[in-house]
Every structure is written in C-alpha cells, then in structure tokens.
C-alpha cells in the first residue's frame, strides 16, 4: 500500500476572512448560494373564494349547491348568517385547507335571516372574494315544484303555499337586489341549472374531462366504472410466444408484436378516432369523467399495450389521461 500523503493546512489570511455575518439578511450558511434571491418570486396565494347560493324555496338552492360540490367546492347548507364571518375566518389559500366554499342560506334559518345582510357586510369586509347568487322562478312553478315534491313550503304555516311564496318574496326582495348574478330557473331543467352554476363558477381546470384507460383480464371479470369496454382478444396472444410470455404489454417487444398483427394497429388507432369527437360531450351532459376499460384473457400483453397505445393517443390529442392496468401482476 503506498504511504498516504500528507493533509497540507493553509492558513486563511485576514484579508480573506468573511464579512460579519447579518441575522436578518443572512439565512443561509456560508459557500451556499442563496437560491431564492436568483429564483423567480412566487406569486401571491389567490383569495379564498366564497359564493352564497340564495333565492326563493323550489327555485334550484339544493341543485346548484349540488353542483358546487361535483365542482369540488365545500358545501355547507342551510346555515345561519352569523355564522358565515366565522366560516370565512377558517378558509385558507394553502395547503389542503377549504379555499372555495359555498354555503346555501335561506329562509329557512327563520330569524336567523333578518340579520342576513349585516353578517354580509362584515364577511365583504374579511377579504374573501363573496358572490351572492340568487335563485328565483315564477309562483305557477314554484307551486307546481311544491306540489309534486308533496312538501310544504317554509312560510305556508296555516295557510297555502301560494301565501308562502308571497312572503317569502317579501322577505327577500331587498336581498335579490344585491345578488351578483340572478337566476331565473323557472324554464331549467335540473340539468340546465348545473350548467348555468358551471358556467358562473368553474375554473378552466374544472371544465376538462378525466379520462382512464384501464387494461383488465376477462377472466377476473368486467370492471364495475366502465363506460367504455373495448376487446382485443382477437389479436393472436403474446403469452405463447415463449420469448414474449414473462414479459408485459408495457414492454416494446409485446407491444411491436401485437401492433405488428394484421388489423391490430388500424382497430385502435380507428377506436381512438371514433372517441376523440365524442368525449368532450360528455362534459356537456355533466359527466366529468370517462372510464375505456380495454380487455384480453389475462389482462398482461394485449389489453396493457392497448391501453398505453390509446393513452398516448388521446394525450396527444390533448386530453387529461390516467392509464391503469387492474389485473397486471395478478398470472
């Protein structure tokens, strides 16, 4: 073994010692750069988003409150006015935490509701970005929804449920007149409301469709989500082609090997075409999310090559795409 060299120690000369360090501005320790000053600075965190969903009884409160919720939103119903500046004070712009809430008030809360529009003022006056939307339809269809529904209404009391409309429209006259957006459901369809609330509220990022791709095995049978349900099991097996059988749909030699099969590639490829016009209705019937469950016998070569072939498609065509494989794993 070779003798080590000796550790040479070069004295540092007071010219080269360091400035005195400053607590307040120097947070990072000596011969690290500071990354954060040469980093582009973060923006500032967004408002927490609020919308109060109020309006006449039978006008759509519980259906646009619905579709609050399909959009990802924190739903509180029936809550008392004063509650909604402590609501407010709980919300946050990061993390986890409820950023955008939705809270349905109404007359409902009984005396509650007098003081609705002082606890308004001060959950303005919080920070949070409020929207009041206001929800109203003519007596002949509020009286024909109470009707069919078989429920009283909230002010009936003793009287008729015409004499319910009519108070409760007293009571919420002044409040209509301050809503940021008024919505006559009166001609709505439960389906037309939720896509009136879409439309009001959802960010670009809630509008897409989420697709899934998943390969499965018939013979651990269909997968309960699917929409779609695709068979390729007339493309010969890999499985017994000894050099492919260890191998998965995810491997390039399995997957040269199905797409190489006569009318393989053009069936998916044209599978693939079909879909790409239809998806994006789905979006417009208030389904936000489309499973294309793609099957062989195992659920190990042709299915799991398949599927990553429509994925990669459908990414390309720009669509949000998740592939799964549910059976891979299971031989």
Request: proline content about 7%; glycine content about 8%; hydrophobic content about 40%.
């Amino acid at each position: 073994m070779p003798p080590r060299k000796p550790v040479r120690h070069v004295a540092e000369s007071p010219a080269a010692a360091p400035a005195p360090r400053d607590p307040a501005k120097d947070t990072v320790p000596r011969g690290i750069s500071a990354i954060d000053e040469a980093a582009a600075p973060v923006p500032p965190a967004k408002r927490p988003e609020m919308i109060i969903v109020t309006g006449m009884s039978g006008a759509g409160r519980s259906r646009a409150a619905n579709a609050l919720e399909d959009l990802d939103w924190y739903v509180v119903d029936n809550l008392p006015p004063q509650l909604l500046p402590a609501l407010a004070g709980m919300m946050t712009t990061v993390g986890a935490g409820v950023h955008r809430l939705a809270a349905v008030v109404d007359v409902r809360s009984r005396e509650f509701f007098a003081s609705f529009m002082k606890y308004l003022g001060q959950l303005r006056d919080t920070g949070v970005d409020v929207r009041l939307i206001f929800l109203d339809a003519s007596d002949a269809v509020l009286i024909r929804r109470f009707e069919s529904s078989r429920r009283p209404h909230p002010l009936q009391g003793t009287g008729s449920i015409l004499d319910g409309i009519e108070h409760e429209r007293t009571l919420l006259a002044g409040l209509k007149g301050t809503a940021d957006e008024v919505i006559n459901t009166t001609d709505y369809s439960v389906h037309d409301l939720a896509r009136r609330i879409r439309e009001l509220v959802a960010h670009e990022s809630d509008l897409g469709l989420r697709v899934t791709v998943m390969s499965f095995g018939f013979k651990y049978g269909l997968p309960m989500d699917a929409d779609h349900v695709l068979d390729v099991r007339f493309i010969p097996n890999p499985y017994w082609v000894s050099e492919l059988r260890h191998l998965t749909g995810r491997d390039a030699p399995v997957a040269d090997y199905v797409f190489q099969q006569d009318g393989a590639a053009a069936f998916v490829d044209g599978y693939v075409n079909l879909l790409i016009p239809a998806l994006p209705r789905y979006v417009d019937e208030l389904k936000p999310s489309v499973t294309i469950a793609v099957g062989c016998t195992g659920g190990k070569h042709r299915s799991v090559a398949t599927a990553e072939r429509i994925g990669a498609s459908l990414r390309a065509a720009g669509f949000k795409v998740a592939v799964q494989h549910r059976d891979l794993g299971r031989e």
